[in-house]
C-alpha cells in the first residue's frame, strides 16, 4: 500500500504553466497505475490523465496537447506538466494510484491549482 501527497498547484495566468508531483511512499510493488483526477467545486471529479505500469498514457480531451503525465519509478513519484492552462482547468487535482490488491485504489489529499482569467 502506498501513500500519496500531492504538491505544487498554484496561482498562474492563463498561458502560463504548473507542474504537479505525487510522491508514493510504502510499497509500489501493487500499484498498476497512477493518474490525475481533478474536481472543481459543485463539480464531478474527472480523470485527467493516467500512465500504467508499462508506460502507456491516456489523457481527457479537454488536457491532449497541453498536459503531460510522467513517472519517476526510483523516486517513487508521478508528475503532470500542465501547459497552456486555461481558466477551465481550475480545480484541485488529486493523484490516484490503482492498486492490485485491496484497497484497490488510492488518493491524494488535492493540490490546488488556480488559473486566473
Known amino acids: 500500500q502506498v501513500q500519496l501527497v500531492e504538491s505544487g498547484g498554484g496561482l498562474v495566468q492563463a498561458g502560463g504553466s504548473l507542474r504537479l508531483s505525487c510522491a508514493a511512499s510504502?510499497?509500489?510493488?501493487?500499484?498498476?497505475?497512477m493518474g490525475w483526477y481533478r474536481q472543481a467545486p459543485g463539480k464531478q471529479r474527472e480523470l485527467v490523465a493516467v500512465?500504467?505500469?508499462?508506460?502507456?498514457?491516456n489523457y481527457a480531451d479537454s488536457v491532449k496537447g497541453r498536459f503531460t503525465i510522467s513517472r519517476d519509478n526510483a523516486k517513487n513519484t508521478v508528475y503532470l506538466q500542465m501547459n497552456s492552462l486555461r481558466p477551465e482547468d481550475t480545480a484541485v487535482y488529486y493523484c490516484?494510484?490503482?492498486?492490485?490488491?485491496?484497497?484497490?485504489?488510492?488518493w491524494g489529499q488535492g493540490t490546488q491549482v488556480t488559473v486566473s482569467s
Open positions: 510504502g510499497t509500489i510493488f501493487s500499484v498498476i497505475a
Open positions: 490516484n494510484a490503482q492498486l492490485s490488491r485491496p484497497p484497490f485504489g488510492l
Open positions: 500512465i500504467s505500469s508499462g508506460g502507456n498514457t
